[in-house]
């Protein structure tokens, strides 16, 4: 069962890769544009950029 794990982690990743080369950018751009659109993820993260501006305006 881990072979069977590791197998799909590592296409994932390589799928994740080529990807990222098509649209020229690095896995890591790829997954944070895919994460901020999710609706729920973009409306959690401006709620927290709104709490954080309040907390630091005093």
Known sequence: MEKDWKRRKTFTLDRVEDL???????????????????????MLCLFLVIKIGQALSF
């Open 20 to 42: 990222a080369k098509k649209h020229r950018c690095t896995a890591a751009q790829l997954a944070l544009a895919w994460l901020l659109h999710q609706v729920e993820w973009t």
